[in-house]
T-cell receptor, first 111, second 117 residues
């Protein structure tokens, strides 16, 4: 059973701080990694995808991938109260086109 | 352009009844996914369709669940003889393609909230 694991949180950070969200996955052959944000009662929406080891930056968001350690993270700089949501990590199964989602980390940014 | 739409937005049914959930993907998207999300849980993969290929049904939890996609566009998820444990939000997502960098981003519909009494 291939798995994606995240700390459920809540992760509380003060406004303006850096929020660090982590995700580990079991499928060593996975090549595609995604971070989605889900506000309460809403559907997930894509924040970033990453395919290569290292960092990928997009505005206040940085995704980090380490395939050797089977680890992907999301950093949110200058966190805002509007960033308060659940962040879902998703990994594409290497043998199929299924996507395995973690249970999500709930982030609370305190004003 | 229009996003992914789902209907109904809410469905309350009695245990043992059949329900049909509908998904209209974004026009031109070849891949369509169904997920189930229980309260406070992550997304559970149910089934996906890619173009004219046979669907991957490996996530369907029982033979009471089935889905079809007609004409490569609209999809219907059917749950027969509903049980209380089927209560969840059913999410549909579509993507331009699968397995291609930058084209496999999934766009989610608003979901159908199913409550089985």
């Amino acid at each position: 059973q291939k798995e994606v694991e995240q700390n459920s949180g809540p992760l509380s950070v003060p406004e303006g701080a850096i929020a660090s969200l982590n995700c580990t996955y079991s499928d060593r052959g996975s090549q595609s990694f995604f971070w989605y944000r889900q506000y309460s009662g809403k559907s997930p929406e894509l924040i970033m995808f990453i395919y290569s080891n290292g960092d990928k930056e997009d505005g206040r968001f940085t995704a980090q991938l380490n395939k050797a350690s089977q680890y992907v993270s999301l950093l949110i700089r200058d966190s805002q109260p509007s960033d308060s949501a659940t962040y879902l990590c998703a990994v594409r199964d290497s043998g199929t086109y299924k996507y395995i989602f973690g249970t999500g980390t709930r982030l609370k940014v305190l004003a | 352009g229009a996003g992914v739409s789902q209907s109904p937005s809410n469905k309350v049914t009695e245990k043992g009844k059949d329900v049909e959930l509908r998904c209209d993907p974004i026009s031109g998207h070849t891949a369509l996914y169904w997920y189930r999300q229980s309260l406070g849980q992550g997304l559970e993969f149910l089934i996906y369709f890619q173009g004219n290929s046979a669907p991957d049904k490996s996530g369907l939890p029982s033979d009471r669940f089935s889905a079809e996609r007609t004409g490569g566009s609209v999809s219907t998820l059917t749950i027969q003889r509903t049980q209380q444990e089927d209560s969840a939000v059913y999410l549909c997502a579509s993507s331009l393609a699968t397995g291609l960098a930058g084209q496999e981003t999934q766009y989610f519909g608003p979901g159908t909230r199913l409550l089985v009494l």
